[in-house]
T-cell receptor, first 115, second 112 residues
Framework: KAGVTQTPRYLIKTRGQQVTLSCSPI?????VSWYQQTPGQGLQFLFE???????NKGNFPGRFSGRQFSNSRSEMNVSTLELGDSALYLC??????????????FGPGTRLTVL | GENVEQHPSTLSVQEGDSAVIKCTYS??????FPWYKQELGKRPQLIID?????GEKKDQRIAVTLNKTAKHFSLHITETQPEDSAVYFC???????????FGRGTSLIVHP
């Protein structure tokens, strides 16, 4: 199976602009989670989508939003970019089976630089 | 909600030594504990995981132990090699609609 893919891999934007990142999960995986990773901050959870619904949300401002399509592909949007939004944005997909917790598989990430 | 503490934040060892990274969790309902390795500029990749019905799991030079009573789990790497240098993340999850909670990461440096 193909792994999780993310596009674009790199983005450079200026303050005030908005950006849309895309994530395609592993085939059959229905849950997609988004994380922000900055040096020294670990993996900060943004939100999780399951069956086109946002099921979990982290502690980020409303400028960060997302959606999931019927084929489980997901997008996240950041509006009114700030310098502090510069980070690696990772998405992860999991199967969501009936028993126990499922492994999350990460994409390669999108490196966003805000100038 | 779940809280995962990971220690140490940085670990420096000589090639051939063993390395141990420890995590504690707060939610007794957590039942799945994966470990991820993230090399510089790359994605986090699952290296080993353990479920709550097992106390220990090994895969070549890597092992994970779980103490459900004390709510802690550890990653053990034996005979470390320079290519083991990376950031390691632990996580705890209880499945269903709950997303995993990650530790803050341990930067492992293996000196040749």
């Amino acid at each position: 199976k193909a792994g999780v893919t993310q596009t674009p891999r790199y983005l450079i934007k200026t303050r005030g602009q908005q950006v849309t990142l895309s994530c395609s999960p592993i085939s059959g995986h229905r849950s997609v989670s988004w994380y922000q990773q900055t040096p020294g901050q670990g993996l900060q959870f943004l939100f999780e989508y399951f069956s086109e619904t946002q099921r979990n949300k982290g502690n980020f401002p409303g400028r960060f939003s997302g959606r999931q399509f019927s084929n489980s592909r997901s997008e996240m949007n950041v509006s009114t970019l700030e310098l502090g939004d510069s980070a690696l944005y990772l998405c992860a997909s999991s199967l969501i089976g009936r028993q126990g917790a499922d492994t999350q598989y990460f994409g390669p990430g999108t490196r966003l630089t805000v100038l | 909600g779940e809280n995962v503490e990971q220690h140490p934040s940085t670990l420096s060892v000589q090639e051939g030594d063993s390395a141990v990274i420890k995590c504690t969790y707060s939610d007794s309902a957590s039942n799945y504990f994966p470990w991820y390795k993230q090399e510089l500029g790359k994605r986090p990749q699952l290296i080993i995981d353990i479920r709550s019905n097992v106390g220990e799991k090994k895969d070549q030079r890597i092992a994970v132990t779980l103490n459900k009573t004390a709510k802690h789990f550890s990653l053990h790497i034996t005979e470390t090699q320079p290519e083991d240098s990376a950031v390691y993340f632990c996580a705890a999850s209880r499945g269903g609609s709950y997303i995993p909670t990650f530790g803050r990461g341990t930067s492992l440096i293996v000196h040749p």
